[in-house]
Nanobody, 119 residues
Framework: QVQLVESGGGLVQAGDSLRLSCAAS????????MGWFRQAPGKEREFIAA????????AYADTVKGRFTISKDTVKNMVYLQMNSLKPEDTAVYYC????????????WGQGTQVTVSS
């Protein structure tokens, strides 16, 4: 089992920055992919970014590429999402997730943290 707890959400203005954190615990994460997703009201959950726990490979959705950066601290067992140049359309509940490498679906999810961007 992997437990994930997000933090760092809040209310910001358009153009501001925010950093989300995800604390991971449980089994070793060395063979995991860590991801961030978001879900806006009335919309489906969408992929935002992912990073290998071991290695430097990252992936981003086109909607956030160049504005958001995913990073990790394998000593502290933390995953971060740095969000810059925030837009009102970034408003959503943001979720941290984990899946085994080679798996197609994310098996573990956090409870989510709300990010609201006002115009």
């Amino acid at each position: 089992q992997v437990q994930l707890v997000e933090s760092g959400g809040g209310l910001v203005q358009a153009g501001d920055s925010l950093r989300l954190s995800c604390a991971a615990s449980g089994r070793t994460l060395s063979n995991y992919v860590m991801g961030w997703f978001r879900q806006a009201p009335g919309k489906e959950r969408e992929f935002i970014a992912a990073v290998l726990w071991i290695g430097s490979n990252t992936a981003y959705a086109d909607t956030v590429k160049g504005r958001f950066t995913i990073s990790k601290d394998t000593v502290k067992n933390m995953v971060y999402l740095q969000m810059n140049s925030l837009k009102p359309e970034d408003t959503a509940v943001y979720y941290c997730a984990a899946k085994g490498r080679g798996q197609s679906t994310y098996a573990y999810w956090g409870q989510g943290t709300q990010v609201t961007v006002s115009s």
